[in-house]
């Protein structure tokens, strides 16, 4: 049996090109990716000024190292809570406000009308 090559992967954009999807990828795979977990488009962890901190690799193997959902032969301690106590109403406090003092300020005196405006007064 002969191994075949692997197939690229080809797709065709609205406009009509065709793009490999591979191929962008490896040309852009040191450059920050957009959002904010601070890593590159392989997935390295990027540190100050996008040098690279902690490769994907090294991130890989820290999340394995740790066995998550190990079942534990002994039962969980207990833990008795004490019983709670009814809390006794506290009396709410009333705000008062002052009672904002209305002062009346003096109408201005109409000045006699002059000119056109007291011709015009009577006509309506």
Known sequence: ???????????RTMQGRMVDIEK?????????AVGNM??????????QRGQIATTKADVI?????????????RPAPRVI?????PKAPQPKA???????RVTRQAKPKATPKKGIDAALDGLE
């Open 24 to 32: 962008l990828r490896a040309a852009n795979e040191d450059i920050r």
């Open 81 to 85: 809570m004490p019983a709670p106590q």
């Open 38 to 47: 601070n890593v590159n488009a392989r997935g390295d962890v990027l540190g």
């Open 94 to 100: 009333v705000e008062t406000k002052p009672i904002p």
């Open 61 to 73: 193997a820290k999340y394995y190292e740790q066995p998550k959902g190990r079942v534990d032969d």
């Open 1 to 11: 049996m002969v191994a075949r090559a692997p197939r690229k992967r080809m797709y």
